[in-house]
C-alpha cells in the first residue's frame, strides 16, 4: 500500500531548506553554499536554523576542516539528494530541454589525469553552447566515484573500471593506453628507448597509492623491475620533476599528449606490453531521463573524440 502524504503538513515545510541542506554538504562552509545558492550568509545561517529545528538536531558543526555533518546529516542525505533529482525531473519534459537556456551547475568526477585531457574540451564546449551553465570538476577515481554519486557530490564520472551496478548505468565511451614522458635531451633519447635505456633511468611514479603500478606489475612477471625515485598522486605536478631531469615517466596517453603539449616534454612509446583500458561514463540510474545532464554526457564523447583522434593508438 502506498501512505498518502498530509498535504498539512506538507504546506507547513518549506522545501528551499532541502537545496540549503544539499549546498552546506556539499560546500561545507555557510560562505561558499552562499556563494552557490547567491544568497547571504546571514540567509543561509537563519535557513540552518530552521533546518536544525525540523530535524531536531545540529546537522552540520562547524570545526577546523569546515562544517562537518553529523551522523543525522548523513543518513538523511541520500534521501534529500534523490528526492530533489526527482522533483527536479518530474518538471523538465525530454522535448523542453535547451542548452542556450540552461543555468545548471553541472559536477562532474574524473581524475586530474581526465581533468588535463578532456576538461578544457568540456568546458570550451559547455561556454560556447550553454553560456550561462557552469561546471566543477571533483577529483575522483575507481575507489571513490561510487560513493561520490551515490551522496549526489557528482552527476557523473569518468572511470577505468566498471563500477559494481547498483543503482548506476555506465557505458564505455573511449579506450586509453599508455606512454612515456621525459626530457628528452636531458635522457639523451632520439629515439624510443629500449627496455635497458628505459630500466636505467629513475623512475617518476603517479599513482594513487603512491606505491606501485601496471608497470611494476608487468616488470615483476618479466622478472625485471625499475627503480622508482619519486612517487607523486597527481600528474598536475610532473613537469617539473622531468624538465631538466635525467628522469622518464610512464603515463595514460591522454595525459602524456596534454603535458607535453605545453611544457616541451617529449613523448615516446613504452618498451613494454601495457595493456590497453576502458574510459567509462557512469551516472545514477534515476539521471536516465534528466534531459541536461544526457547533454552533458554528449558533450563528454565529444570530448573524448577530439582527443582520440590526436592520441597514438594504444597497445594490445
Known sequence: MIRKINISDITRFDFNLVITFLALWHERSVTK???????????VSAS??????????????????????????????????EGATLIYNAFISENEFDPARCNRHFSIGMSDDFQLALGSEISKQIQAIAPDASVVYR??????????????????????????????????????GYACLCDAQSC????????????????ILVSYSGREGLVDEILSIMGRSRKIQTALTHFAALPPFLLGSKSIATIPSHAAISLAGYTGLTIFEAPLELTAYPIIATMRLS?????????????IKQAIRVQQNILPPPQS
Open 33 to 43: 553554499a552562499a556563494a552557490r545558492l547567491s544568497l547571504s550568509q546571514s540567509a
Open 48 to 81: 540552518l536554523s530552521r533546518l536544525r529545528q525540523a530535524a531536531g538536531d545540529l546537522l552540520f558543526i562547524r570545526t577546523r576542516q569546515g562544517m562537518e555533518p553529523t551522523q543525522r546529516a548523513i543518513d538523511m542525505v541520500k534521501s534529500l539528494s
Open 139 to 176: 577529483q575522483t577515481n575507481r575507489y571513490t566515484a561510487q560513493q561520490m554519486l551515490e551522496n549526489n557530490d557528482i552527476d557523473l564520472a569518468i572511470v577505468t573500471t566498471s563500477l559494481p551496478r547498483r543503482g548506476l548505468w555506465q557505458q564505455v565511451i573511449g579506450e586509453g
Open 188 to 203: 639523451g633519447f632520439s629515439e624510443n628507448p629500449t627496455l635497458e635505456a628505459y630500466l636505467s633511468l629513475p623512475h
Open 287 to 299: 539521471s536516465q531521463k534528466d534531459t541536461a545532464l544526457l547533454w552533458l554526457f554528449q558533450i
